[in-house]
Nanobody, 125 residues
């Protein structure tokens, strides 16, 4: 089973940028499609972005499209989420996840087999 650890969260002002990292260990992420999710206080966990096993196909929630970019780097066994033009409504705990069955990116939470512990992102207005 792959283990995932997110880093890169923090407190920023609206309009700023952050880059989240999801470092994997135990197995290479080359055999997983990967995703990012988030959960804000009092809300359900929601899909943010996902990337195919090959890294060539990506998927985004409408709320982040054009502002966020997902990528993966096999050599570092790491996935990234570049977040630009952050808004207060982006504040949440961000989680990365791995889906060992899929080739393509998916927004379906139950498809994912492994999850990280999360990293807090807070955007002030």
């Amino acid at each position: 089973q792959v283990q995932l650890v997110e880093t890169g969260g923090g407190l920023v002002q609206a309009g700023a940028s952050l880059r989240l990292s999801c470092a994997a260990s135990g197995r290479t992420i080359d055999t997983y499609a990967m995703g990012w999710f988030r959960r804000a206080p009092g809300k359900e966990r929601e899909f943010v972005s996902a990337i195919s096993r090959s890294g060539t196909i990506t998927k985004y929630a409408d709320s982040v499209k054009g502002r966020f970019a997902v990528s993966r780097e096999s050599g570092r066994n790491t996935m990234y989420l570049q977040m630009n033009s952050l808004k207060p409504e982006d504040s949440a705990v961000y989680y990365c996840a791995a889906d060992r069955q899929a080739l393509l990116p998916t927004s379906t939470t139950r498809r994912y087999d492994a999850w990280g512990q999360g990293t807090q992102v807070t955007v002030s207005s």
